[in-house]
């Protein structure tokens, strides 16, 4: 069931619609992203993002069924993000799609965005189970373990804040735009690690993560430099904060690589794009779990999307998660 799955994605910046076919195959995947409007800011200005939803999301719906050459007649159910995210740019996304369900006459599944982010995993390959999926986003950094499919339990988190929030801010102080993540990767990948920034919590027999301490770190660093004139070369920077920031991702998820008896391990979320984490990650895991199979989310799929929404909704539905009564709300907080 669920063959044909519009589906729709609104919790931060990017305006997603996708059409998917069989939880795994795109037939489109319209993304309006709105991050220039919110760059002059340095973040994302919720009331900003509302709006940009808004103006966005029936074309994204219209671009999205012509792109497939699908008809609204000939899908099964709509699927749609009601959580974590922005409360206004969520309820744009979950308002839409319970219009069109209604109207159409079609089944509502409510997706958690965390879920689809490890569902994204499905467009490269069948995720087998026992999984382990590191997701590292904006606002997230943890690592779930999934001893079936649609079961998820955090086995352990960021504390304070995410890998891709810390990008951000170091980004800022460097002087680079909103969102930083790419920039930085690319920078350090022509620089060295140099700076040597501490590894909080690598050693520590838990699964996980904190990096306030290390964007505290770089911040003292850059400013004392500033104090003294003293210009720092800005891709060793860059290297030196990717390196901690890897070092301990790795570490820790090759730790519970260890500890969880698992077939599958799977790199999602908007980090999941960053090349040195996932070379990086590639050859400890062929050297230290030459068995294990390591499913890295497609680059282009690792930023917020519809289809990942549209792979997870699919899965959802086969376990018969529907919201029939057009009581779906958006659940800014939602956990797994
Ligand atoms: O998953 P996502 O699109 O949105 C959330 O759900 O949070 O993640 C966005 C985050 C941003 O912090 C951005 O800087 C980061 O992903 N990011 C990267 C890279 N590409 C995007 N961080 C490190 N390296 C990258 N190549
Ligand atoms: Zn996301």
């Known amino acids: 069931i669920g063959r044909y799955i519009l589906a729709i994605e609104s919790s931060c910046d990017e305006t997603s619609v996708a059409v998917v076919q069989d939880g795994s195959v795109i037939?489109?995947?319209?993304?309006?992203?709105?991050?220039?409007s919110h760059q002059r800011f340095g973040g994302v200005v919720p009331e900003v993002a509302s709006r940009h939803h808004i103006e966005q999301i029936t074309i994204c719906i219209s671009a999205a069924l012509q792109k497939a050459e699908i008809k609204k007649e000939d899908l099964d159910a709509v699927a749609v993000t009601y959580g974590p995210g922005l409360v206004g740019a969520l309820l744009v996304g979950?308002?839409?799609?319970?219009?069109?369900?209604?109207?159409?006459?079609?089944?509502?599944?409510?997706?958690n965005h965390m879920a689809g982010h490890i569902y994204a995993a499905?467009?490269?390959?069948?995720?087998?189970?026992?999984?382990?999926?590191?997701?590292?986003?904006?606002?997230?950094?943890?690592?779930?373990?999934?001893?079936?499919?649609?079961?998820?339990?955090?086995i352990g988190e960021t504390r304070d804040d995410a890998?891709?929030?810390?990008?951000?801010?170091?980004?800022?102080v460097?002087?680079?735009?909103?969102?930083?993540?790419?920039?930085?990767?690319?920078?350090?990948?022509?620089?060295?690690?140099?700076?040597?920034?501490?590894?909080?919590?690598?050693n520590e027999e838990n699964f996980d993560f904190s990096f306030s301490g290390l964007k505290s770190a770089f911040i003292n660093t850059v400013h004392n430099a500033e104090q003294v004139n003293k210009t720092l070369n800005h891709n060793d920077l860059a290297a030196s904060f990717q390196q901690s920031v890897?070092?301990?991702?790795?570490?820790?998820t090759l730790r519970a690589c260890e500890e969880f008896d698992i077939r599958q391990l799977i790199l999602a979320?908007?980090?999941?794009a960053n090349q040195g984490l996932r070379e990086r990650l590639s050859s400890d895991i062929r050297n230290s779990f030459p068995t294990l199979d390591l499913?890295?989310?497609?680059?282009?799929?690792?930023?917020?999307?519809?289809?990942?929404?549209?792979?997870?909704?699919y899965v959802a539905y086969q376990y018969g998660v529907v919201s029939d009564d057009l009581t779906l709300n958006a659940e800014p907080s939602l956990e797994f």
């Open 27 to 36: 037939l489109s995947n319209i993304i309006a992203t709105q991050i220039s």
């Open 94 to 111: 979950v308002t839409a799609a319970k219009a069109f369900a209604y109207a159409n006459n079609l089944p509502l599944i409510p997706v």
């Open 122 to 154: 499905r467009f490269v390959k069948p995720i087998v189970f026992p999984s382990l999926a590191l997701l590292v986003s904006g606002g997230h950094t943890e690592l779930v373990y999934m001893p079936r499919e649609n079961e998820f339990q955090i």
């Open 163 to 172: 890998a891709g929030e810390a990008y951000d801010k170091i980004g800022r």
């Open 174 to 202: 460097m002087g680079l735009k909103y969102p930083a993540g790419k920039e930085i990767d690319q920078m350090a990948h022509h620089g060295q690690d140099t700076f040597h920034f501490p590894r909080a919590m690598q």
């Open 246 to 252: 890897i070092d301990v991702i790795v570490k820790k």
């Open 269 to 272: 979320g908007g980090v999941a």
């Open 295 to 313: 499913v890295l989310a497609p680059i282009e799929l690792c930023g917020d999307n519809g289809a990942m929404v549209g792979a997870a909704g």
